[in-house]
């Protein structure tokens, strides 16, 4: 079956340093990556995409995120976190084909520390 | 404007009423979906809409019928609310095709007492 698999559920961080979100999805031959960030009270909103190309991707907020096909994983990174990127975020994964909607993983919710 | 609203924002109701959760966007797109999400357990779809006369069942469909009024208008009705059906609701809308990703509203906070 498709799943996405977020593998931390919580991650907190003090701010200015790195951090990774995990997110792996199941084996497929084409798939189209996505990160959403989900601020408090506030609906989704889209981060970044890998659709095809360069397997690194940059997106908004100093965020950037990199496709692994071999591990079949899509890790979300930034390099200095600040206390704003506090949020619950989402990987999605479209499989593709005729219907091709997206499947979300469980989220992991981002906590920055001063 | 938003380019997906939802209304109402947030909605208490009681155990066996009928509620309706609307869901308007401005992107033109034919790709309407409804979600709900819960603590813990990521977003779940419940219906979805590649045009106004093609509907179909996400992965959680029972106790939930939607209707696609317009192009632009997709709502989500639950006949006979029960408080498991307390969760946070989004409407999305998307371009045909795979690659792409979806557009959220702000989404409708429901509280079934």
């Known amino acids: 079956a498709q799943s996405v698999t977020q593998l931390d559920s919580q991650v907190p961080v003090f701010e200015e340093a790195p951090v990774e979100l995990r997110c792996n999805y199941s084996?497929?031959?084409?798939?189209?990556l996505f990160w959403y960030v989900q601020y408090p009270n506030q609906g989704l909103q889209l981060l970044l995409k890998?659709?095809?190309?360069?397997?690194l991707v940059k997106g908004i907020n100093g965020f950037e995120a990199e496709f692994n096909k071999s591990q079949t994983s899509f890790h979300l990174r930034k390099p200095s976190v600040h206390i704003s990127d506090t949020a619950e975020y989402f990987c999605a994964v479209n499989y593709g084909g005729s219907q091709g909607n997206l499947i979300f993983g469980k989220g992991t919710k981002l906590s920055v520390k001063p | 404007d938003a380019d997906v609203t939802q209304t109402p924002r947030n909605r208490i109701t009681k155990t066996g009423k009928r509620i309706m959760l609307e869901c308007s966007q401005t992107?033109?797109?034919?790709?309407m979906y409804w979600y709900r999400q819960d603590p813990g357990l990521g977003l779940r779809l419940i219906y979805y809409s590649f045009d106004v006369k093609d509907i179909n069942k996400g992965e959680i469909s029972d106790g939930y019928s939607v209707s696609r009024q317009a192009q632009a208008k997709f709502s989500l009705s639950l006949e006979s609310a029960i408080p498991n059906q307390t969760a946070l609701y989004f409407c999305?809308?998307?371009?045909?095709?795979?690659?792409?990703?979806?557009?959220f509203g702000s989404g409708t906070r429901l509280t079934v007492v």
């Open positions: 992107k033109g797109h034919d790709r």
């Open positions: 999305a809308t998307s371009p045909p095709g795979s690659p792409y990703g979806y557009t």
């Open positions: 890998y659709l095809s190309g360069s397997t």
């Open positions: 084996s497929s031959v084409s798939v189209y």
